[in-house]
Each structure stands twice: as structure tokens, then as C-alpha cells.
């Protein structure tokens, strides 16, 4: 099994509609999560820190379930602009752990 | 967040030959990091770059392929030696906060292709 696994797109969705991707983690002792976001041809960029309670920024929200190990990003009203690849990533220590990434595009 | 300079953004090379890849952080920095992402493919560590100290590397990397340098804390080159068209890649440095909870930021990344 994966260390860090995520659904494996692609999400195709008309702008202004509401997408949710997942990801689970192997490793129960994992400390922090991170959604970043990586755009065609260019380097991942950090999109949101992912909390116990949960954290929403604009229109994105992302939760943690540590007890199935398992994180969300909702993407609402998205936009053309929300096209690209967005990976799951797990923090072990001083080791982060990259999921294989979502693929999403969104269409006009 | 640091600001990183990356270079070469891409290059060309003949197998055979060695590529070194340079990264400068705008700020002192303790740990750098160096990935790599394949065609298609999520990101990979190769090695964790430690000032004053040999870079830890992960399992299926060595340094003879990938000798790391840290001369201080602000920079760091990563050399993908004897090249063979499977290292054609992205190659990405790296660095964070130590403090949990942050993420970390990269350099815009080398773009290698071996012919």
C-alpha cells in the first residue's frame, strides 16, 4: 500500500460547480498535511495547511480525519483558473510525502 | 516564505554527462531538500541537504548518482551524474520551516532532458 493515495482524476466540471477530492495516509503517526497545488509545467505551490478542526479558505475547505486517516478539499464556485494538479501531502517527522496528485479541469 | 533561485530552468545533455543544478535561498535556511518528478509522476525525495554535514539520502538514491553540496546555509547544488535518458526529469530543491505545521516552498525547478 501507498504511503499517501488520492483519488485518481481526472475531474472534469463545468465552472461554478463544487468538487471534492480525497486522500488517505498509511502512517498513523503523520503530523502535518498540506494540500498544494501544481499547475502545468510548473513547481508545486502550497495551497492550504490542513488542521484537526478543519480550516476553510475562500472558497476552499479542507478537513482532517485522523482516525481514518484520511483528508478532503472541497472546492466551491470553482473557476477556470482552479485547473490544475493538486496534491495530498503528508508530513512525517522532516519528511514530507507526496501523494500522486488530482487532476482537475475546469470546464467553460 | 523563502524566496528560491533555481537554475538551469532546463537543459539538454548528451548521456554520459554530468548536470550540476544550483539552488539559492534568500534566506539562511537549516535543511534543503532535493526531489525529483518523473513525466507524469507525483514528487520524489532524492536527498535532504544538511549544512556541514553529508546530505541523507533516500532508499534507491545514492550519492555517486546524485552528489549534493551545502557550502552554507543560503545554497545548495545537486549534480545528476554519468546521465542516462531514464534521469530525464524534473528536478525540484526545497526548503521549510523546521517548525511543524509549515509547508514547504520550492524552487521553480531544472527541467532535464537526456538525449
Known amino acids: 500500500r501507498k504511503e499517501v493515495e488520492q483519488d485518481p482524476g481526472p475531474f472534469n466540471v463545468p465552472e461554478g460547480a463544487t468538487v471534492a477530492f480525497n486522500c488517505t495516509y498509511s502512517n498513523s503517526a503523520s503530523q502535518s498535511f498540506f494540500w498544494y497545488r501544481q499547475d502545468c509545467r510548473k513547481e508545486p505551490k502550497l495551497l492550504m495547511s490542513v488542521y484537526s478542526s478543519g480550516n476553510e479558505d475562500g472558497r476552499f475547505t479542507a478537513q482532517l480525519n485522523r482516525a481514518s486517516q484520511y483528508i478532503s478539499l472541497l472546492i466551491r464556485d470553482s473557476k477556470l483558473s482552479d485547473s490544475a494538479t493538486y496534491l495530498c501531502v503528508v508530513n512525517y517527522g522532516q519528511n514530507f510525502v507526496f501523494g500522486p496528485g488530482t487532476r482537475l479541469s475546469v470546464l467553460p | 516564505s523563502a524566496v528560491i533561485s533555481q537554475k538551469p530552468s532546463r537543459d539538454i545533455c548528451q548521456r554520459g554527462t554530468s548536470l550540476t543544478i544550483q539552488c539559492q535561498v534568500d534566506s539562511q535556511v537549516t535543511m534543503m531538500f532535493w526531489y525529483r518528478q518523473q513525466p507524469g509522476q507525483s514528487l520524489t525525495l532524492i536527498a535532504t541537504?544538511?549544512?556541514?554535514?553529508?546530505?541523507?539520502?533516500e532508499s534507491g538514491f545514492v550519492i555517486d548518482k546524485f552528489p549534493i553540496s551545502r557550502p552554507n546555509l543560503t545554497f545548495s547544488t545537486l549534480t545528476v551524474s554519468n546521465m542516462s535518458p531514464e534521469d530525464s526529469s524534473i528536478y525540484l530543491c526545497?526548503?521549510?520551516?523546521?517548525?511543524?505545521?509549515?509547508?514547504?516552498?520550492f524552487g521553480s525547478g531544472t527541467r532535464l532532458t537526456v538525449v
Open positions: 526545497s526548503v521549510g520551516r523546521d517548525t511543524l505545521g509549515y509547508g514547504y516552498t
Open positions: 541537504a544538511n549544512q556541514g554535514s553529508e546530505a541523507t539520502y
